[in-house]
């Protein structure tokens, strides 16, 4: 890896590393084995141009932000191109092309949800949009730059508000619920008690919080490591991307203690 950007685990545990500076997808096992690389810089088919956030559906299919080419890339699970989505259709039926979008996520409706600068986009299967959670839109979503977003089994949606330094919480109908204070909020994860787990780049840690914005504990590694992304594994261990050592690093989580214990 040259400049990891993204890490994903799918339903059955393998993982994806998103690599935005040879613009390639990375599928590994889940005991890390290597088992193929896709893309190359490019504006069509399977080529990419900084490839950020992805997403999985419930076909295993891959989702990716390619950010540079202004689009989503659609993978299937063998890193196969399946199709690309520059443009979505707005309440008005107009296409509508996207920003650069950073992130990507899917509800359990099997719709998706798009961060997209400084939008939130939720669009059906379709892409059609359904809402859009902005500083153009209803309500109190005045959102900086979005960095990640991520949705919980619960159907609660996570949104690493990196602009505005904090984490936006809001549920799948597109209300409201409330932010925490997360210095440069880079990329966020729920784990499978509700919490919510966030790299704050500014500190170089990464810090977890529950439903109701209360500090759980920090965790930050040592000798330069600096965390990109965050994922759990099939099994529960925590995932981290490291930018500076370009490398995954595996934390087992040990209930009760103030710290992941590294693996």
Sequence with gaps: MI???????????????????????YKLSADLTPLKREG???????GFNRPLGMACD???????????NRRLQILDRNLRFVKSVDTYEDQNGQAVEFNFPSDVAIDNEGNIWVADEDEVLKLDPFYRL????SDKGAGYFILGRISSI???????????????NRIAIMSTYGN?????????????????????????????????????GDLLYTFADTGG???????????????VLDGNQRRLKTYELIRGAETPVDK
């Design 3 to 25: 400049e990891p950007a993204s890490v994903l685990v799918d339903n059955l545990g393998d993982i994806f590393i998103a690599d935005r500076a040879i613009n390639a997808i």
């Design 40 to 46: 190359g810089l490019g504006g069509f088919g399977g």
């Design 58 to 68: 419930a076909a295993l299919n891959l989702y990716i932000a390619d950010g540079g």
């Design 130 to 133: 359904i809402f859009e959670a």
């Design 150 to 164: 991520e949705i919980s089994a619960a159907g609660n949606v996570a949104i690493a508000d990196a602009g505005n």
């Design 176 to 212: 409201f619920i409330g932010d925490i204070t997360a210095g440069s909020a880079s990329a966020v994860t729920w784990d499978n008690n509700n919490n919510i787990w966030a790299i704050e780049s500014d500190r170089s840690r990464i810090s977890c919080h529950d439903i109701n």
């Design 225 to 239: 490591s600096r965390p990109v992304w965050i994922a759990f594994g099939r099994d529960g261990q925590l995932l």
